[in-house]
């Protein structure tokens, strides 16, 4: 048998996880598939890769040292594949991930001025939550991601700062909290909230502030859906956590700041040390060109 490249990236996802369930979900493939490509790996060459413990996989001597001839077949694999793509004049999307809310204020700004000078490459969004993006940025699923970067300390991540702004808590003009100049989340720990789901940087951060103060919040739904959140919002009585640029001109809304404030860092992502294509090292030259535009206040 010949070893394949899904098996390198199967087994490669395993070492970086500890887990086959963490990996296979990350690859979104099946538990048992990716079992499969371990133990036949390890049949065919004889070894043990993984050293098992309590349900975790630590890669043994002999699985260190094909890691780190895996990695390099991969690299090459998709540097090959990348080139050879370009050398058909096959026309490449760039793949982007990027949260809801950032998708609403701040990509038309970043996709107009790149459309203006880059007409000929394409961008394909891939929406979800900024933990969402990273990971998949790390596994090689999108290409770059416009994203929260707030506690993001990753070797192997580049970060390359847009704006600043903040979390506001957003309730309708008739809510009794509407105008007030601040809330503390002791002030609103009662408050009906809609969130968005696992996996997004207002969730977790949400779920802090809360356990910070020993109290449990009264969420009642879970939206993804920016205009779906305000009209809840305005007429339904409930309350959110926005990012400032997205309500500012929202008159439907009362947007207070919070006590202590939230501060929020959105930036363009990348992985280092990859070869990226001609068209995402374009728009990685605009962002750095571009990125004084974007700051906001």
Same mark, same amino acid.
């Given at each position: 048998?010949?070893?394949?490249?899904?098996q390198?990236?199967?087994?490669?996802?395993?070492c970086?996880?500890?887990?086959?369930? !963490?990996?296979?979900?990350?690859?979104h493939?099946t538990?048992?598939?990716v079992?499969?490509?371990?133990k036949e790996l390890?049949?065919e060459? %004889? =070894? #043990? /890769?993984f050293? !098992?413990?309590n349900?975790r996989l630590?890669?043994t001597?002999?699985?260190?040292?094909?890691?780190?001839?895996?990695?390099?077949?991969l690299?090459?694999?998709? %540097? *090959?594949t990348?080139m050879?793509?370009?050398?058909g004049?096959?026309?490449?999307?760039?793949?982007?991930?990027?949260p809801p $809310?950032i998708? *609403?204020?701040l990509?038309?700004?970043?996709f *107009?001025?790149?459309?203006?000078?880059?007409?000929?490459i394409?961008?394909?969004l891939?929406?979800?939550?900024?933990?969402?993006s990273l990971?998949?940025?790390e #596994?090689?699923? +999108? &290409?770059?991601?416009?994203? +929260?970067t707030n506690?993001?300390?990753?070797?192997?991540?580049?970060i390359e700062?847009?704006?600043?702004?903040e979390?506001m808590?957003c309730v309708?003009?008739?809510?009794p /909290?509407?105008?007030?100049?601040?809330?503390?989340?002791?002030?609103?720990? &009662?408050?009906?909230?809609?969130?968005f789901k696992?996996?997004?940087?207002?969730? %977790?951060f =949400?779920?802090?502030?809360?356990?910070?103060?020993?109290?449990?919040p009264?969420?009642?739904?879970?939206?993804?859906?920016?205009i779906?959140?305000?009209?809840l919002?305005?007429e339904?009585?409930?309350?959110?956590?926005l990012i400032?640029?997205?309500v500012k001109? &929202?008159?439907g809304l009362?947007a207070?700041?919070?006590d202590?404030?939230?501060?929020?860092?959105?930036?363009v992502?990348?992985?280092?040390n990859?070869?990226?294509?001609?068209? *995402?090292?374009?728009f990685?030259?605009?962002?750095?060109? $571009?990125? #004084?535009?974007f700051v906001?206040?």
């Open positions: 048998m010949i070893m394949k490249l899904y390198l990236r199967y087994f490669t996802a395993v970086r996880y500890g887990y086959v369930t !963490r990996a296979a979900e990350e690859l493939v538990q048992p598939s079992s499969s490509a371990i390890e049949d060459f %004889s =070894v #043990n /890769l050293h !098992r413990i349900n630590s890669p001597k002999e699985g260190l040292y094909f890691l780190d001839q895996a990695t390099k077949i690299e090459l694999a998709d %540097s *090959t990348s050879m793509e370009e050398l004049s096959r026309k490449k999307q760039i793949k982007i991930g990027i $809310m998708g *609403t204020f990509f038309p700004k970043l *107009t001025a790149f459309r203006k000078k880059y007409p000929n394409d961008l394909e891939v929406e979800g939550g900024s933990p969402d990971l998949a940025v #596994n090689d699923a +999108i &290409d770059l991601a416009v994203i +929260i506690g993001i300390k990753k070797p192997d991540i580049h700062p847009l704006c600043s702004t979390f808590f309708g003009r008739d809510h /909290l509407a105008g007030r100049a601040y809330v503390t989340f002791e002030d609103i720990k &009662d408050e009906s909230l809609i969130l696992n996996g997004y940087f207002q969730n %977790s =949400v779920r802090s502030r809360f356990a910070e103060i020993n109290a449990e009264n969420i009642i739904l879970y939206s993804n859906q920016i779906t959140m305000k009209n919002v305005r339904c009585g409930v309350c959110a956590f400032r640029d997205v001109n &929202d008159s009362s207070i700041p919070i202590p404030p939230i501060p929020i860092e959105i930036g992502i990348w992985r280092k990859k070869r990226h294509s001609s068209d *995402t090292i374009q990685i030259k605009f962002v750095n060109e $571009m990125k #004084n535009t906001s206040g």
